[in-house]
């Protein structure tokens, strides 16, 4: 049968109904030097879809430096990998699933946590702990509190089956998020150095070997389709391009493939994600420098007449695509059998360069394999400066009338830990497994998740061990994308820091709108850029991550939301440090310097309901000094408590590590400062931590060494937190407000 198989008056129609734009389509014809096929276009305009391509994004990403004395394997594989020593490595990588979950949220979640966990052990990593970051519209309406619920259940519920420990993450809560709610699952996988795994084809005649679940129509188009469009229509319409997940296939598919890497029994593998088949085996090929063909009638269904287009696009999920010998066949054979998988030979490595498909003896496409993953336009969108930047940057903050009374003071506090964006995310942290594997140090709800490194299974242990956060303040990124996004990576590396751990490398979930509107691009480049001098100033690489570009509805985007995932290394994981107070008669000590800076503030939002003003100012070179001393005083031990300030300033900060600890607090803050500056300035680069008082001098003169203002502010002791006088409060009221708001929220209480 002829190739062909639309006419050159149906095909272009076709095209632009499957996303590709005109002159897209034209270059398909240039390529193939013919009408493409139905199942070509479907590959096609996938592969070149944004979320594919990165055809928007890629010339800006290469402002991120991607190398330095940790990585292993930096961007362009499935996940980045770094050393942390003594023959280890952690592989990580964080995702976007955010337009699925804005359809369905449980599935959603759930499948964004499987295919993040797929990126992992592809690398031949164990996976050993996954974080979630989260941003959802304001609980008060019952869609955000279903979609979060549903969210946090798929989350939940995929993860626990898995048995990865959910270890940590954010949720933010904000009106510009309400249409398009973002879901960014991170996952973090162990394993020796010598055992990375790359998703390259090699070897003509070699086997190509399908394993796990059957093929079918849910998904098609998925992940990437929705990825690349607003939501300016129903959402519940598109529910059949979301994916289902089956979390027990995915643990067989983790044992089953680790064992066969183990056994070297694979030449390549790979998982497929977005765009499903032809995005794993166009890959792979291209990476190879081969070719390959693939007969569609080979492939397990799960559905009646399917065609070959939906078997290549299908994003049905808990499937892996690997390179296999013929001498080894039988035994991968064996093993997926002894795991109860499925292990089929759907075609062979090729010398051709090609990417053939058929459908038994009919071929139904065939072209080049690096122009499915390679050759997708690239793009270099207009960028324009916002109008509103002006407004919101000129307004000033401390203009405003401010509560000055104690009384006054007393009730802001409470209302601002109560803030869905502060108080406690103990509800949700409470429904997943943190603790599973062992290795979980320490649990969610501090600065930073602590694992430890080794496999006790094995007896293969180890003194060293690794601390991960996720961050970023979308309000900040709103204001000022470009310092914005440099305060979700100070963020990160001070969570981190605090645990005592050394930043080592970052993955990113780069959240936007429609990158077509020169607005909106305009965000996305100042916030790489911001990212990529703040990772630079630290020399800390960017190994892996995601850009989720059009999420908009009706025309209205989200605020910039370039997460931050990081990842540090701790030499001595026993040495570790946790934010609670320790003891009565402890010293309590500011690093840093608090300045008068309310733009952005969580304070800001909750008293006086807006979102205005300059974000805090940040200086590189004091986070990164205030970085070398927190890990060097920590691993002097002298350390007993660290906690980073961030949204809700110093008053906040306090008050979780009373609450933290049981024990209270008495303060004296800055008096120059106006009350609500004291309290609720957001300024940077500034942690509380704690000493015995007979080692308060060497932590001064320590600090000195790093230029970092060092000042004791106060004693830990007592069942209330005392703030100057200006607040007042017990630890039974601050409890009350902190960690009960977020249930009576999901349950529709005031």
Same mark, same amino acid.
């Given at each position: 049968?002829?190739?062909?198989?639309?006419?050159?008056?149906?095909?272009?129609?076709?095209?632009?109904?499957?996303?590709?734009?005109?002159?897209?389509?034209?270059?398909?014809?240039?390529?193939?030097?013919?009408?493409?096929?139905?199942?070509?276009?479907?590959?096609?305009?996938?592969?070149?879809?944004?979320?594919?391509?990165?055809?928007?994004?890629?010339?800006?990403?290469?402002?991120?430096?991607?190398?330095?004395?940790?990585?292993?394997?930096?961007?362009?594989?499935?996940?980045?990998?770094?050393?942390?020593?003594?023959?280890?490595?952690?592989?990580?990588?964080?995702?976007?699933?955010?337009?699925?979950?804005?359809?369905?949220?449980?599935?959603?979640?759930?499948?964004?946590?499987?295919?993040?966990?797929?990126?992992?052990?592809?690398?031949?990593?164990?996976?050993?702990?996954?974080?979630?970051?989260?941003?959802?519209?304001?609980?008060?309406?019952?869609?955000?509190?279903?979609?979060?619920?549903?969210?946090?259940?798929?989350?939940?519920?995929?993860?626990?089956?898995?048995?990865?420990?959910?270890?940590?993450?954010?949720?933010?809560?904000?009106?510009?998020?309400?249409?398009?709610?973002?879901?960014?699952?991170?996952?973090?996988?162990?394993?020796?150095?010598?055992?990375?795994?790359?998703?390259?084809?090699?070897?003509?005649?070699?086997?190509?070997?399908?394993?796990?679940?059957?093929?079918?129509?849910?998904?098609?188009?998925?992940?990437?389709?929705?990825?690349?469009?607003?939501?300016?229509?129903?959402?519940?319409?598109?529910?059949?391009?979301?994916?289902?997940?089956?979390?027990?296939?995915?643990?067989?598919?983790?044992?089953?493939?680790?064992?066969?890497?183990?056994?070297?029994?694979?030449?390549?593998?790979?998982?497929?994600?977005?765009?499903?088949?032809?995005?794993?085996?166009?890959?792979?090929?291209?990476?190879?420098?081969?070719?390959?063909?693939?007969?569609?009638?080979?492939?397990?269904?799960?559905?009646?007449?399917?065609?070959?287009?939906?078997?290549?696009?299908?994003?049905?999920?808990?499937?892996?695509?690997?390179?296999?010998?013929?001498?080894?066949?039988?035994?991968?054979?064996?093993?997926?059998?002894?795991?109860?998988?499925?292990?089929?030979?759907?075609?062979?490595?090729?010398?051709?360069?090609?990417?053939?498909?058929?459908?038994?003896?009919?071929?139904? #496409?065939?072209?080049? $394999?690096? !122009?499915? =993953?390679?050759? *997708?336009? %690239?793009? +270099?969108?207009?960028?324009?400066?916002?109008?509103?930047?002006?407004?919101?940057?000129?307004?000033?903050?401390?203009?405003?009338?401010?509560?000055?009374?104690?009384?006054?003071?007393?009730?802001?506090?409470?209302?601002?830990?109560?803030?869905?964006?502060?108080?406690?995310?103990?509800?949700?942290?409470?429904?997943?497994?943190?603790?599973?594997?062992?290795?979980?140090?320490?649990?969610?709800?501090?600065?930073?998740?602590?694992?430890?490194?080794?496999?006790?299974?094995?007896?293969?242990?180890?003194?060293?061990?690794?601390?991960?956060?996720?961050?970023?303040?979308?309000?900040?990124?709103?204001?000022?994308?470009?310092?914005?996004?440099?305060?979700?990576?100070?963020?990160? #590396?001070?969570?981190? $820091?605090? !645990?005592? =751990?050394?930043? *080592?490398? %970052?993955? +990113?979930?780069?959240?936007?709108?429609?990158?077509?509107?020169?607005?909106?691009?305009?965000?996305?480049?100042?916030?790489?850029?911001?990212?990529?001098?703040?990772?630079?100033?630290?020399?800390?690489?960017?190994?892996?991550?995601?850009?989720?570009?059009?999420?908009?509805?009706?025309?209205?985007?989200?605020?910039?939301?370039?997460?931050?995932?990081?990842?540090?290394?701790?030499?001595?994981?026993?040495?570790?440090?946790?934010?609670?107070?320790?003891?009565?008669?402890?010293?309590?000590?500011?690093?840093?310097?608090?300045?008068?800076?309310?733009?952005?503030?969580?304070?800001?939002?909750?008293?006086?309901?807006?979102?205005?003003?300059?974000?805090?100012?940040?200086?590189?070179?004091?986070?990164?000094?205030?970085?070398?001393?927190?890990?060097?005083? %920590?691993?002097?031990?002298?350390?007993?408590?660290?906690?980073?300030?961030?949204?809700?300033?110093?008053?906040?900060?306090?008050?979780?590590?009373?609450?933290?600890?049981?024990?209270?607090?008495?303060?004296?803050?800055?008096?120059?400062?106006?009350?609500?500056?004291?309290?609720?300035?957001?300024?940077?680069?500034?942690?509380?931590?704690?000493?015995?008082?007979?080692?308060?001098?060497?932590?001064?003169?320590?600090?000195?060494?790093?230029?970092?203002?060092?000042?004791?502010?106060?004693?830990?002791?007592?069942?209330?937190?005392?703030?100057?006088?200006?607040?007042?409060?017990?630890?039974?009221?601050?409890?009350?407000?902190?960690?009960?708001?977020?249930?009576?929220?999901?349950?529709?209480?005031?």
């Amino acid at each position: 049968m002829p190739i062909a198989d639309l006419s050159p008056e149906l095909a272009p129609q076709l095209a632009l109904e499957l996303g590709l734009k005109t002159d897209e389509y034209e270059k398909v014809v240039d390529i193939l030097g013919r009408t493409p096929t139905i199942t070509e276009l479907y590959m096609y305009s996938l592969m070149w879809s944004e979320h594919c391509s990165y055809k928007h994004s890629r010339k800006t990403l290469r402002m991120f430096p991607t190398d330095g004395p940790h990585v292993l394997q930096g961007p362009g594989e499935n996940a980045g990998v770094i050393r942390v020593g003594d023959g280890w490595a952690i592989a990580f990588k964080m995702e976007s699933h955010n337009h699925p979950s804005a359809i369905e949220p449980y599935q959603g979640a759930a499948t964004g946590v499987g295919g993040i966990i797929r990126d992992i052990f592809t690398m031949g990593a164990r996976p050993i702990a996954s974080l979630d970051s989260l941003r959802f519209g304001t609980l008060d309406k019952p869609r955000q509190r279903y979609l979060f619920e549903g969210a946090v259940a798929g989350i939940g519920g995929y993860g626990n089956c898995l048995g990865v420990p959910t270890v940590g993450g954010e949720v933010y809560f904000e009106e510009a998020y309400e249409g398009n709610c973002l879901i960014n699952a991170m996952a973090i996988g162990l394993m020796r150095e010598d055992d990375l795994t790359r998703a390259v084809a090699a070897g003509p005649g070699n086997l190509v070997v399908l394993i796990g679940s059957t093929t079918g129509r849910d998904g098609i188009g998925g992940a990437s389709t929705l990825a690349s469009q607003e939501f300016d229509e129903k959402a519940e319409d598109k529910r059949p391009s979301v994916q289902v997940g089956d979390p027990f296939e995915e643990k067989l598919l983790i044992e089953a493939c680790l064992e066969l890497l183990e056994k070297d029994l694979l030449v390549a593998l790979g998982d497929l994600g977005a765009a499903g088949l032809t995005s794993s085996a166009s890959e792979m090929a291209s990476r190879g420098g081969v070719g390959l063909d693939i007969d569609v009638s080979t492939i397990p269904a799960r559905e009646e007449a399917m065609k070959p287009f939906e078997y290549m696009v299908s994003e049905s999920q808990e499937r892996m695509l690997a390179v296999v010998t013929p001498d080894d066949l039988d035994q991968v054979h064996e093993v997926c059998e002894r795991w109860g998988l499925r292990s089929t030979v759907i075609g062979e490595v090729t010398d051709t360069g090609r990417f053939v498909v058929r459908e038994g003896d009919d071929v139904v #496409a065939d072209m080049p $394999a690096a !122009t499915l =993953a390679h050759d *997708a336009p %690239i793009y +270099d969108p207009a960028r324009e400066r916002p109008a509103y930047l002006d407004d919101v940057q000129a307004f000033d903050p401390m203009s405003l009338d401010h509560p000055v009374s104690p009384a006054e003071l007393n009730d802001v506090l409470l209302r601002v830990l109560a803030s869905p964006n502060i108080c406690s995310r103990s509800w949700i942290w409470e429904q997943y497994d943190h603790q599973v594997m062992v290795n979980t140090v320490v649990r969610p709800g501090s600065d930073a998740a602590v694992l430890r490194i080794g496999d006790t299974g094995r007896g293969e242990t180890t003194d060293r061990g690794i601390a991960a956060s996720t961050d970023c303040n979308g309000r900040y990124c709103y204001l000022d994308p470009y310092t914005g996004a440099q305060i979700a990576f100070a963020e990160a #590396a001070r969570n981190v $820091a605090c !645990t005592g =751990a050394r930043p *080592a490398a %970052i993955t +990113d979930c780069l959240n936007f709108g429609n990158p077509e509107k020169p607005e909106v691009f305009w965000t996305f480049h100042e916030s790489v850029r911001g990212l990529a001098d703040a990772c630079t100033a630290f020399g800390v690489p960017v190994i892996s991550g995601n850009v989720s570009f059009y999420n908009e509805s009706f025309g209205q985007p989200i605020y910039p939301t370039p997460t931050v995932g990081l990842v540090g290394v701790l030499e001595d994981v026993s040495a570790h440090c946790t934010m609670d107070f320790k003891h009565e008669g402890d010293a309590i000590v500011m690093l840093g310097r608090t300045r008068p800076e309310l733009g952005g503030s969580e304070y800001l939002k909750v008293v006086h309901d807006m979102v205005a003003g300059r974000p805090p100012r940040i200086d590189l070179v004091d986070e990164r000094l205030l970085n070398e001393f927190l890990v060097t005083a %920590i691993g002097t031990g002298i350390v007993l408590s660290a906690h980073d300030c961030s949204e809700g300033g110093a008053a906040v900060a306090l008050a979780e590590c009373c609450l933290a600890g049981g024990l209270g607090a008495t303060v004296d803050l800055d008096p120059a400062l106006p009350p609500v500056a004291a309290l609720f300035s957001e300024s940077q680069a500034r942690v509380v931590l704690t000493v015995d008082p007979d080692h308060f001098d060497a932590l001064k003169t320590l600090a000195a060494t790093h230029a970092t203002p060092c000042v004791r502010i106060g004693t830990v002791g007592g069942d209330r937190l005392t703030i100057n006088g200006l607040a007042d409060l017990s630890l039974g009221d601050l409890r009350e407000a902190y960690e009960t708001t977020l249930e009576r929220l999901v349950h529709g209480e005031a």
